[in-house]
């Protein structure tokens, strides 16, 4: 399948500040975007999603924008906490497929007190 | 509670000593799936199932096999596991195929000696 990711390692942000983490995709004919936070020792876990009909969706806390003209996705965490050191993936799928996501490389988002 | 389970959760083993790492979701999903995470490479699909009796190749398949004989059920299969196999396992489901959110069990971490 087609790449998915900005391959990004680690982003630093300090307890309280907003937060933004980014994935470009390349496949043009992805339908679903799909955010998912990883603690350490856990498997991943749905935070929002995102349908290509959309640009924008909004959930606690969080709010997803989708730039399908330049294939760019983004996480914004609103007044970050320590809870929400994690690690972060995108993920897509296309229309109608059946084999499942496609994942980004991940980035890992660190909170400063 | 509604969950993916895996066991074991922890895995240390030796080149060609055939193992199996079980799979169990009590959500009744028709759709899993059995995903590797590595560093630098995030997580790729290894194999997935759209129901009972229904298994397809991800990304990833070579040296790896599945069965779907039940339907909460969806165990990986390492028939001669080599050093190249020593990953981060994640057994994932989802209601149906085209509902992409996937939730996913807690890892296997084998290591192959």
């Known amino acids: 399948g087609e790449s998915v990711g900005l391959h990004l390692p680690t982003l630093s942000v300090q307890e309280g500040d907003n937060s933004i983490i980014n994935c470009a995709y390349s496949n043009s004919a992805s339908d679903y975007f799909i955010w998912y936070k990883q603690e350490s020792g856990k498997g991943p876990q749905f935070i929002i999603d995102?349908?290509?009909?959309?640009d924008k969706r909004q959930g606690q806390r969080v709010t997803v924008l989708l730039n399908k003209t330049v294939k760019h996705l983004s996480l914004q965490i609103a007044a970050t906490q320590p809870g929400d050191s994690a690690v972060y993936f995108c993920a897509e799928n296309e229309a109608g497929g059946a084999d499942g996501l496609t994942f980004g490389k991940g980035t890992h988002l660190i909170i400063q007190p | 509670e509604a969950q993916v389970t895996q066991n074991p959760r922890y895995l240390i083993t030796v080149t060609g000593k055939k193992l199996t790492v079980t799979c169990s979701q009590n959500?009744?999903?028709?759709?899993m799936s059995w995903y590797r995470q590595d560093p630098g490479l995030g997580l790729r699909q290894i194999y997935y199932?759209?129901?009972?009796?229904?298994?397809d190749k991800g990304d990833v398949p070579e040296g790896y096999k599945v069965s779907r004989k039940e339907k909460r059920n969806f165990p990986l299969i390492l028939e001669s596991p080599s050093p190249n196999q020593t990953s981060l396992y994640f057994c994932?489901?989802?209601?149906?195929?085209?509902?992409?959110?996937?939730?996913f069990g807690p890892g296997t971490r084998l290591t192959v000696t």
């Open positions: 959500m009744n999903h028709e759709y």
């Open positions: 199932s759209m129901n009972v009796e229904v298994t």
């Open positions: 994932a489901s989802s209601p149906e195929v085209g509902t992409y959110e996937q939730y």
């Open positions: 995102i349908r290509s009909n959309m």
